[in-house]
């Protein structure tokens, strides 16, 4: 990923602080879930989303403990080293040890003060500080792609 579209991802991030929580949402300034914030970052760089999101619940796939976010991720981002921190990294936490990887974030700044904005339920998008806490709960980084696949590309088009 370059830098500039790293920037740019957090800058378009940042538009959404103060947007609601709305499960499964994904519409600036009216709802978003932490998905739906990195969708909308997705539309505001290519244009379209390159695949539909199928319905789902706020404990989907914990029952089958299937990683569908971290599969979602690894088919349309750059996944990349945890240690590798960049502005604008997609960031995949884990929120209970034994539970699948499901809330996401775009990284506002790094080094001595990281930061972190998301949205999750009972609050607005925000930028918090990316403590250690939430540190250890991430298990993937991602970055925008710097050009999409071709499979992509095309799916745009279909829209």
């Given at each position: 990923?370059?830098?500039?579209?790293?920037?740019?991802?957090a800058q378009?991030?940042?538009?959404?602080?103060?947007?609601?929580?709305?499960?499964?949402a994904s519409r600036l300034g009216a709802g978003t879930d932490c998905l739906g914030l990195i969708r909308?970052?997705?539309?505001?760089?290519?244009g379209a989303e390159p695949s539909?999101?199928?319905p789902y619940t706020r404990d989907w796939s914990e029952a089958?403990?299937?990683?569908?976010?971290?599969?979602?991720?690894?088919?349309?981002?750059?996944?990349?080293?945890?240690a590798d921190a960049a502005v604008g990294d997609v960031v995949l936490f884990?929120?209970?040890?034994?539970?699948?990887a499901k809330h996401l974030g775009i990284c506002g700044a790094v080094g001595d003060a990281p930061t972190v904005i998301h949205a999750y339920g009972g609050h607005a998008v925000l930028e918090s500080p990316l403590s250690r806490p939430w540190q250890r709960r991430i298990v993937a980084r991602f970055a925008f792609p710097d050009k999409l696949l071709?499979?992509?590309?095309?799916?745009?088009?279909?829209?």
């Amino acid at each position: 990923m370059s830098d500039a579209i790293g920037m740019r991802a957090a800058q378009i991030a940042r538009r959404w602080i103060g947007t609601p929580y709305r499960h499964q949402a994904s519409r600036l300034g009216a709802g978003t879930d932490c998905l739906g914030l990195i969708r909308g970052v997705w539309r505001a760089l290519y244009g379209a989303e390159p695949s539909a999101v199928p319905p789902y619940t706020r404990d989907w796939s914990e029952a089958a403990l299937q990683e569908r976010l971290w599969q979602a991720a690894q088919r349309h981002l750059v996944s990349k080293a945890l240690a590798d921190a960049a502005v604008g990294d997609v960031v995949l936490f884990r929120m209970k040890s034994a539970a699948v990887a499901k809330h996401l974030g775009i990284c506002g700044a790094v080094g001595d003060a990281p930061t972190v904005i998301h949205a999750y339920g009972g609050h607005a998008v925000l930028e918090s500080p990316l403590s250690r806490p939430w540190q250890r709960r991430i298990v993937a980084r991602f970055a925008f792609p710097d050009k999409l696949l071709p499979t992509e590309e095309a799916a745009l088009w279909q829209h």
